[in-house]
């Protein structure tokens, strides 16, 4: 299968601060007869991207295709508003680390890394310079002079990414950059993620594992079987849901005074007392709800003191989706 003939001159490049940094159009790719992307149209804007579903729904597949590893089966997609297909030069500018633990046992991180830099077109004094650069970024350079074949999967971790950053890039691509990292590792490469995005950077990472995103995404794309689910920030995503069941948790001057009025109301499920003022609502229409509640606590004559949604989180949003 070939891909859709899309030229690059045709590719009009935005030069706004918050231009996509990732823009598919009817994107799709096939395996035979195994549909690995489907239909995927989406702009992808600067910053931290987490790119969530569980393993099969296609994320490996949309970041080869952003690599130019795989061709589209049709559609197109452009990134830093050029073409991976037709237009090369653009890898000069995205920094990969595959989900493959791609590391020669037998050289050291700064052999392995100022190899890519030398690869990269860099002369050897400037390779060398940019290597102990990206091992220092990385935490690595303890053991820039240490076989990677004794590396544990951190150290392992953070020489692929001192290799990624090298060349200095605009745009991150890391599939499932913290699988098999234990809590402390986990934590080191999330940090690390959110330093290279306040340096400017972009960065877009898999994850099948819901609280690696929530953690440190500033923006999330929900895929599921090869095609794409939502995309924004978490409050957009839910705002784009026309209607689920929620709770919340309402601390105010009348509990109960506000609990015998709520129980003439059908959609309400479930009325809970928390403490001295609380008061936990759950409902099977959220709309109804937040249509509703600021009137009528108007007409009540209570006094709030707060209000919060425990459950509103990427997880319980992932499942609304997944329905």
């Known amino acids: 299968m070939t891909p859709e003939a899309v030229p690059v001159e045709d590719v009009v490049v935005q030069e706004t601060k918050n231009a996509p940094i990732i823009q598919a159009r009817d994107l799709a790719r096939w395996y035979g007869p195994v549909v690995g992307l489907t239909d995927l149209t989406v702009d992808i804007r600067p910053g931290i991207t987490g790119l969530l579903g569980p393993n099969g729904a ?8 952003l690599t130019g590893q795989i061709h589209p089966s049709s559609g197109a997609v452009w990134v830093l508003g050029r073409s991976p297909v037709w237009d090369p030069g653009v890898f000069t500018e995205i920094g990969f680390c595959s989900e493959d633990d791609a590391l020669y046992d037998d050289m050291t991180p700064v052999d392995m890394v100022s190899f890519l830099a030398r690869c990269s077109g860099y002369g ?19 053991a820039k002079d240490r076989r990677c074949g004794g590396f544990s999967k951190g150290m392992r971790q953070r020489t692929r990414l001192a290799a990624a950053l090298v ?3 605009k745009l991150l691509l890391l599939d499932e950059p913290m ?21 400017g950077r972009s960065i877009l990472f898999s994850s099948h594992i819901l609280h690696e995103v929530e953690s440190v995404a500033t ?27 929620f709770t919340l948790v309402v601390e105010s001057s009348g509990p109960r005074k506000l609990a015998r009025e709520l129980t003439g109301h059908p959609h309400v499920v479930s009325l809970v007392f928390q403490g001295d003022h609380g008061l936990s609502i759950s409902t099977e229409s959220s709309q109804q709800l937040i249509t509703e509640f600021p009137q009528l606590m108007l007409d009540l004559g209570l006094e709030v003191y707060g209000i919060s949604c425990p459950d509103e989180n990427l997880e319980t949003l992932f499942q609304r989706l997944l329905r």
């Open 58 to 65: 296609g994320k490996s597949t949309f970041l080869r295709l």
């Open 124 to 142: 050897a004094a400037d390779a060398k310079d940019r290597t102990m650069a990206a091992l220092e970024r990385c935490g690595i350079a303890y």
């Open 167 to 169: 060349h200095d890039p």
């Open 179 to 199: 699988t098999g990292l234990d809590p402390v590792g986990r934590k080191a490469v999330a940090d690390l993620i959110a330093g290279l995005a306040e340096e």
């Open 219 to 245: 923006n999330v794309a929900i895929m599921n079987k090869g095609m794409l689910l939502a995309e924004g920030t978490l409050e957009e995503i839910q705002g784009d849901l026309r209607d689920y069941a």
